[in-house]
């Protein structure tokens, strides 16, 4: 669930005991968790339960957006609000329910007659393909095309950027190519997938994983021909299996989305495709986008991002009825990359002279930032410790003595020079770089801050060379769980075994042979609370390797129009609204 703008996600169901709270100070409680709006509508009315809930199709869907996807390809995408809005386009083997908050973290079939039979040793995964599921054109989607566009993800010199578990589990020596490279005179050499025919795929796992169905619900195991791949450009006009195709698309710009007539909706039970088109324009300025949103010319934000500071108290005083205040599931935090910043005492004196309260405030605040976070798993992931809080961040202020004490340590008592890398054009994110710029100047650090095209991301932060070229000390990001485990949280962020060399996520380029062996251990426990055990163990290394300053468990306040029908949060989406559910009046 990525990374980045939300992860960011796809598919975390980070916050599945955690019913949305709001306090009276946000607009007015009525002590139902939400205060009085106009007719149906309500503050916080779609927080994991279904506002406005109606099957009646047409209309326009209009969402505008402030960041760029960081790819549309499905095998690329990593960012979260692209997770959810891919399924306009894209279905897979089994997905996620449609059904508000914790309700929707249950899997179920989509492409498949079922979620599977699994063999006794865990396996062996098998398959069987709907009836009537086609492409755009009309031809059947066939298990083949379903191998293929898993093989996609180990193409990482073509399509990179994307999350890697499927190749991780289904050949962990990486002895495959990719089909690119492949030999076979089908391009379908990888022997962990077998297609004995059009309708059967069969996954062969050298070793057990618990989280492997989760894995094949992410967009990366959407299928595709192979005589549409188009390479690194598919992610500009993908070839759809879902309810609606791509029209236009002209990037940092506009999407539009019309029906796929060749959707068959009888085949699938999850996407309600109310609206007869979907359209997304993209802008630089966010306070603008808040404001053409407040105006009715949109209908949400697809980024779901959250209401900006300029707009924030006009939202909740004047039109309260049209937002909701859920948690996200993402942490926010700042991370040090080992290359630029080896020496572990300096990068400990960061963090215990980062201000965690300016930080928060920086953010949005208790309510449009979230809480103060003090370690790297998030409260819902068994495992989790939020009590935990080994550089005393609770208490909301810096710790200046440890701070000089750690840089006397590290060969610098009077500071450093470093610089901080942050996306161009998300404005809380900034701030959130300045506040810290701040912080550490009382400590005679200097942070220089970098401003990077979010739309590259991959190819900037996501580059270790980059990240070491451009001397990238500090750079700030989010990660939301892809899904709800500590190897659906942790996994990407601290695994040595996940540093790539461009569409990287371990930004610190952690890699060690501790905690990448506490890994193994923790996915072949069948027992959930046995392997939250191990990634506890994996999150106070983490914490004691001093890479990573988290800032919160994010909240946000987020809008939607109010002729949004069938809306509602759903923690398989990391709290953001269910796009594929969303009808217009």
Known sequence: ML??????????ALLAAATMVVTTACGGGNGDGGSKGKGDLVFNGAVNKVLNASDKKGGELKFIGSQEADSWDPQRGYYGFVWDFARYYTRQLVTFKAAPGAASTELVADLATDTGKVSPDGLTYTFTLKDGVTWEDGKPITSKDIKYGIERIWAQDVISGGPIYLQQVL??????????????????GLKAIETPD??????????????????????????????????????LKPFSSGPYKWQSYTPNKSIKLVRNDKWDAKTDTVRKALPDSISVTFTTNADDMDNRLIEGE???????????????????QRHNENVDNPQTGFIRYAVF??????????????????????????????????????????????????????????????????AKEALAKCGKPNGFKTTIAVRNNKKIEIATAESLQQSLRAVGIDAQIDLFDGAQTSGIIGSPKVVKDKGYGIIIMGWGADFPT?????????DGRFILQSGNNNFSELNDPAINGLFDKALKETDPVKAGELYKQINTKVSEAAVYLPFTHEK????????????????????????????VK
């Not at 990374?3 to 975390?12: D, E, N, P, V």
């Not at 949400?300 to 300029?310: M, R």
């Open 556 to 583: 946000n306040i987020i809008w939607r129009s109010s002729r949004l029908t069938n809306v509602y949060t759903a923690d398989a989406y990391n709290g953001r609204y269910d796009y594929a559910s969303l009808g």
């Open 171 to 188: 050949d962990p020596k990486a002895e495959y190519k990719g089909p690119y490279k492949d030999s076979t005179p089908d391009k379908l």
């Open 198 to 235: 059009d309708k059967t795929i069969v996954f062969k796992l050298p070793a057990p994983n618990g989280d492997f169905l989760q894995m094949l619900a992410m967009p990366a195991a959407s299928p595709v021909r192979k005589d549409k791949d188009t390479g690194a450009k598919y992610g």
């Open 486 to 494: 500590g190897q659906g949280f942790l996994q990407p962020l601290v």
């Open 298 to 316: 949109y209908d949400l934000d697809i980024n779901a991002t959250g209401v900006g500071a300029a707009a924030r108290q006009k939202v909740l």
């Open 337 to 402: 990359p080992q290359t630029v910043t080896p020496n572990i005492e300096c990068r400990k004196a960061m963090i215990y002279a980062a201000d965690s309260k300016s930080l928060q405030t920086a953010r949005g605040g208790p309510q449009g930032g979230g809480d103060i976070a003090t370690n790297m798993l998030p409260p819902a992931i068994k495992g989790a410790d939020p009590k935990a809080d080994p550089y005393g961040k609770l208490s909301g202020k810096p710790d200046i003595a440890k």
């Open 3 to 12: 990374k980045s703008s939300q992860r960011r996600i796809a598919a975390g």
